[in-house]
């Protein structure tokens, strides 16, 4: 393939976004993480150097629209300074977290950065005498509950057309409906790429028009687990587009499963994690891997395991400053009871009392409590289990599942 022009196409930076619940667990950590938005950034502008790229385009959620911070406005604006000083331009349009942001009023980029307004515009350009028209809109407020797409013109006749979009396609789990479309609308537009943003998730769709939604490029949490990159597209005389994933995540999530059927001794399930650990490090190609380990299977030792959690995360995390280069996010327990100790008398009991009676999310009292406790925090931790009702309700679920685990697995050790 004789290349004609190349871009980069990312979206979903989150520059500088707040870590939450990680930062409280493990200061380390936090800041290997903190720091790692703004270093994927670095990364994004050094490969469009390398590659020397036609353009970089960007599209949507460069940062949240809690950061306040102007700093994080300096730093955006030097790696454009950077870009453009080498001739690339760069295309931006501005998601739901960018509309809100006080940043987003106060930045100023270079004269070479293009960023799209609220209503929907068209550059046509040259890239390396080959003619390209750049459609975009940008969102003018934090909610998009109708689809943007009847706003673009249509594609610019001899020329190569990209479309920007930041929108939740189809829907996906965890993510807002925003600027809702289909596929096939966006594949009969006569567009030849869609660049699109918003789903943290990678995903392609070849077809008449290539639509890539590339994915967040460093994930922040287990969330956002596997691998992260951005897209590199070449294009040739004739229109054909190739793509390559390249990765510039600094840290990679990942949730790691750990056999613990018929275990009944703790030093064992100690080595078992030990040897999950050292294998995941070894197969890991990156820089850093942050892991969840997930003790799964039938043990005896299930009950122990629930009330010893602390210990298990302090083993795993001694074992994994002896490897070096992976961290511990936290670790979880799925373990059930062996068939040689069931429980019995008043364990047993409640037990059955906690699956009859347990709290679930929705439950007046627990939204009253919930209600109270994030009023009472201080502003900058109130997100800390969560920016979205999804994020929430899943997070309260996972603790009072944890928090009955606990509970049962004491009363067992007494009986």
Known sequence: MIVAFKFVHTADIHLDSPLKSLALRDPGLAELIGNATRTALSRIVDLCISEEVQALVIVGDLYDDSQTSMKTARFLAQEMERLTATGIPAFLTRGNHDASSKITRELVLPDAIKVFSGRAETVETTWNDHAVAVHGISFRLPHAPESLLDHFSSPVPSAFNIGLLHTSLGGAPGHDPY?????????????????????????????????????????????????????????????????????????????????????????????????????????????????????????????????????????????????????????????????????????????????????????????????????????????????????????????????????????????
């Open 179 to 415: 600027a809702p479309c289909a596929l096939i609308d966006l594949q009969q537009t006569g567009f030849d790429y869609w660049a699109l943003g918003h789903i943290h998730k990678r995903a392609l769709y070849p077809g008449p028009t290539t639509v890539v939604m590339p994915g967040i490029p460093q994930g922040r949490d287990i969330g956002e687990a596997g691998p992260k990159s951005v897209t590199l597209v070449s294009v040739d005389d004739g229109g054909v587009v190739s793509l390559e994933e390249r990765e510039v995540a600094v840290a990679q999530f990942e949730r790691l499963a750990v056999n613990c059927n018929t275990l009944s001794e703790w030093g064992v399930l100690v080595d078992a994690l030990k040897q999950a650990l050292r294998t995941a490090r070894r197969e890991f190609k990156g820089e850093n891997l942050i892991v969840r380990p997930v003790l799964e299977g039938q043990s005896s030792l299930a009950w122990r395991a629930n009330r010893d959690a602390d210990l298990l995360r302090g083993e795993a995390q001694s074992i994994a400053e002896q490897i070096g280069t992976i961290w511990i996010d936290k670790v979880e327990i799925t373990l059930r009871p062996g068939e040689a100790r069931k429980p019995v008398g008043a364990v047993r009991d409640m037990i059955a009392l906690v699956a009859q009676n347990s709290l679930k999310v929705g439950d007046p009292r627990v939204q009253a409590e919930m209600d109270l406790i994030l009023k009472h925090l201080p502003r900058e931790l109130r997100g800390f289990i969560g920016d979205s009702e999804e994020q929430v309700d899943a997070a309260l679920n996972d603790a009072m599942e944890q928090g009955a685990k606990d509970i049962l697995a004491r009363l067992e050790e007494a009986e």
